[in-house]
């Protein structure tokens, strides 16, 4: 269905039910479609309208979000300089990932292989574009690419839910930390 057509109150229905989707995958809690419903305030019959099946609506969750990821890559380098807009869009990778575990974890295999189709050309043009503003001002080493950071951000799949406030962000801060122009040294400074 698409969200553009519908009327104001169903497109409000629809934004809740995402909305109380993506909060039970945070929380990694077993999504269920009937505490969903009821924590959107919408009857069962209305969370079926928009989304027939759990996959529908997980699918939805997850393009939302990889959406949102990468319209936010431009808006930051609008807003900082290009290593700080990084570090800003590598905070919402954090949250992406987290929502992307859940899913995928939910999820068939089939479904999750076409949202990961979903994801990568978009993420990566994203990437690519913050990377290239940072290279571009020398602060970004010149060295790496979209590809290099999707590989190393892709153990956030793999961290366990009871270790996921502990280290998401600590070893997404390494990456960043690794991908910095390094200060010329001494002898470099000195021309020797």
């Not at 939805?60 to 990821?69: C, F, G, M, P």
């Not at 999820?107 to 292989?113: I, K």
Request: glycine content about 8%.
């Amino acid at each position: 269905m698409n969200p553009t057509r519908l009327r104001a109150d169903a497109a409000d229905n629809r934004a809740r039910i995402i909305a109380a989707a993506r909060a039970a995958i945070a929380d990694a809690g077993e999504v269920k479609l009937n505490a969903i419903a009821r924590q959107a305030g919408v009857g069962q019959g209305t969370l079926y309208r928009h989304f027939p099946t759990r996959e529908d609506l997980l699918a939805e969750v997850y393009r939302e979000d990889v959406d949102e990821l990468v319209a936010a890559a431009p808006a930051l380098l609008a807003e900082h300089e290009p290593l700080t807009a990084l570090a800003c869009w590598f905070d919402r990778v954090a949250g992406y990932a987290r929502i992307k575990r859940g899913v995928f974890a939910a999820v068939e295999a089939g479904v999750s292989q076409a949202l990961a189709a979903h994801s990568l050309g978009p993420i990566g043009e994203a990437l690519t574009l913050l990377l290239d503003a940072g290279q571009a001002d020398g602060t970004i080493r010149p060295d790496v690419d979209a590809r290099d950071v999707i590989l190393l951000i892709g153990y956030l799949t793999r961290l366990g839910q009871s270790e996921w406030d502990t280290r998401a962000r600590h070893l997404l801060q390494v990456i960043l930390d690794g991908l910095r122009q390094p200060e010329p040294g001494p002898e470099q400074a000195h021309g020797r």
